[in-house]
C-alpha cells in the first residue's frame, strides 16, 4: 500500500512528483524516462510516482495508437517498479481491468471521463491500492466528494484527487485554483495535472491539441495555491510521441520547473 498520509497538506517543502510518459510505447524507453525522472526527486528530495499508461482506451480516431498490448504493458510497469525500487501508477478503463492492473502497480488511477462511473471507483477501492481520482473536466471541485465517498465508503480511505481543467467551449481547458483549497476539504491529498490541462481537444484533425508553453504558469499557480503535488506527463522527443505529445514537457527541461517549484513551496 502506497502511504498518502505524509502528502496531506504537508509542510515539509516537498511536494508529490508523479511524471512519467503518457504511454508505453515500447519495452525500453519508459525504464530510460523512469530512471531520469527518478534521479531528479531523488536530488530535490521529492516523493515520486511513475507513471504511464498500459493502453489509451480513449482516442479521438480508430487508427491512433492505444498501446502495446495489455500484459505487456503492465509486465513493463511491474518491472519498471521493481528494477527501479519505485511506486507506480497507471489508469484502468473498467471494472473489469482494476483487479488485472493491480497486480501490476502500487496506485489505481480513475480517468476524468470515468470519475462518476460508480462501478469502476467501487471496483478499484476493493483491490485495495491506493486510488487517484481525476476529476471530470465536466465536474465541479464540490462534486468529486462524491466519488472520495464512493471509494472511501467500500472501504478504502487511501485516496488522492488531481484536478486537471474543466471545459470551457468546445476546445479548451481553464483551471480554477479555488478547486483546490474545496477538494482537499475531503481531508485528501489534491495534486495538479499540469499538462492534461492545457489541452485543446476536439480538434478537426482528431488529433488533441496543446499549449506546453503555460506548463511552467500552471505548475506555479498550484503550488502557490497549496496542491499537494503535481502530475507531469513528459517524454524525450514529445513531438515524437505516441499519445497527448502536445502538451507533454520535454524530458530535460523537468529539472528547471522544479527548482523554480520548490522555491515557491518553500516560499509559503
Same mark, same amino acid.
Given at each position: 500500500?502506497?502511504?498518502?498520509?505524509?502528502?496531506?497538506?504537508?509542510?515539509?517543502?516537498?511536494?508529490?512528483?508523479?511524471?512519467?510518459?503518457?504511454?508505453?510505447?515500447?519495452?525500453?524507453?519508459?525504464?530510460?524516462?523512469?530512471?531520469?525522472?527518478?534521479?531528479?526527486?531523488?536530488?530535490?528530495?521529492?516523493?515520486?510516482?511513475?507513471?504511464?499508461?498500459?493502453?489509451?482506451?480513449?482516442?479521438? *480516431?480508430?487508427?491512433?495508437?492505444?498501446?502495446?498490448?495489455?500484459?505487456? /504493458?503492465?509486465? #513493463?510497469?511491474? &518491472?519498471? =517498479?521493481?528494477? !527501479?525500487?519505485?511506486?507506480?501508477?497507471?489508469?484502468?478503463?473498467?471494472?473489469?481491468?482494476?483487479?488485472?492492473?493491480?497486480?501490476?502497480?502500487?496506485?489505481?488511477?480513475?480517468?476524468?471521463?470515468?470519475? *462518476?462511473?460508480?462501478?469502476?471507483?467501487?471496483?478499484?477501492?476493493?483491490? /485495495?491500492?491506493? #486510488?487517484?481520482? &481525476?476529476? =471530470?473536466?465536466? !465536474?465541479?471541485?464540490?462534486?468529486?466528494?462524491?466519488?472520495?465517498?464512493?471509494?472511501?465508503?467500500?472501504?478504502?480511505?487511501?485516496?488522492?484527487?488531481?484536478?486537471?481543467?474543466?471545459?470551457?467551449?468546445?476546445?479548451?481547458?481553464?483551471?480554477?485554483?479555488?478547486?483546490?483549497?474545496?477538494?482537499?476539504?475531503?481531508?485528501?491529498?489534491?495534486?495538479?495535472?499540469?499538462?492534461?490541462?492545457?489541452?485543446?481537444?476536439?480538434?478537426?484533425?482528431?488529433?488533441?491539441?496543446?499549449?506546453?508553453?503555460?506548463?511552467?504558469?500552471?505548475?506555479?499557480?498550484?503550488?502557490?495555491?497549496?496542491?499537494?503535488?503535481?502530475?507531469?506527463?513528459?517524454?524525450?522527443?514529445?513531438?515524437?510521441?505516441?499519445?497527448?505529445?502536445?502538451?507533454?514537457?520535454?524530458?530535460?527541461?523537468?529539472?528547471?520547473?522544479?527548482?523554480?517549484?520548490?522555491?515557491?513551496?518553500?516560499?509559503?
Amino acid at each position: 500500500m502506497y502511504n498518502i498520509e505524509k502528502l496531506k497538506h504537508t509542510d515539509t517543502g516537498n511536494f508529490l512528483l508523479i511524471a512519467g510518459p503518457c504511454v508505453i510505447e515500447d519495452e525500453e524507453s519508459p525504464f530510460e524516462i523512469a530512471r531520469e525522472l527518478a534521479g531528479v526527486a531523488d536530488k530535490y528530495e521529492l516523493p515520486f510516482i511513475f507513471k504511464a499508461s498500459y493502453k489509451k482506451a480513449n482516442r479521438s *480516431r480508430l487508427d491512433s495508437f492505444t498501446g502495446i498490448g495489455d500484459k505487456k /504493458g503492465l509486465k #513493463v510497469l511491474q &518491472k519498471i =517498479g521493481k528494477q !527501479l525500487d519505485i511506486p507506480v501508477i497507471t489508469d484502468f478503463h473498467s471494472a473489469g481491468e482494476a483487479r488485472l492492473a493491480a497486480k501490476h502497480v502500487d496506485i489505481l488511477q480513475v480517468p476524468a471521463f470515468l470519475c *462518476r462511473q460508480t462501478e469502476i471507483l467501487v471496483a478499484a477501492a476493493n483491490t /485495495g491500492k491506493t #486510488v487517484n481520482i &481525476k476529476k =471530470g473536466q465536466f !465536474l465541479s471541485p464540490e462534486a468529486m466528494t462524491f466519488a472520495v465517498n464512493k471509494v472511501k465508503d467500500s472501504g478504502n480511505p487511501n485516496i488522492m484527487v488531481t484536478e486537471r481543467g474543466t471545459t470551457f467551449g468546445y476546445q479548451d481547458l481553464v483551471v480554477d485554483f479555488r478547486g483546490i483549497p474545496v477538494m482537499q476539504q475531503n481531508n485528501v491529498p489534491v495534486i495538479m495535472d499540469i499538462t492534461h490541462s492545457l489541452q485543446r481537444p476536439n480538434q478537426t484533425s482528431g488529433v488533441t491539441g496543446g499549449q506546453p508553453g503555460m506548463i511552467e504558469t500552471i505548475g506555479k499557480a498550484a503550488i502557490a495555491s497549496g496542491a499537494d503535488g503535481i502530475f507531469i506527463e513528459t517524454h524525450p522527443n514529445p513531438s515524437q510521441a505516441k499519445s497527448d505529445g502536445a502538451n507533454m514537457l520535454q524530458l530535460e527541461k523537468l529539472e528547471e520547473l522544479i527548482v523554480k517549484l520548490k522555491r515557491i513551496r518553500h516560499a509559503l
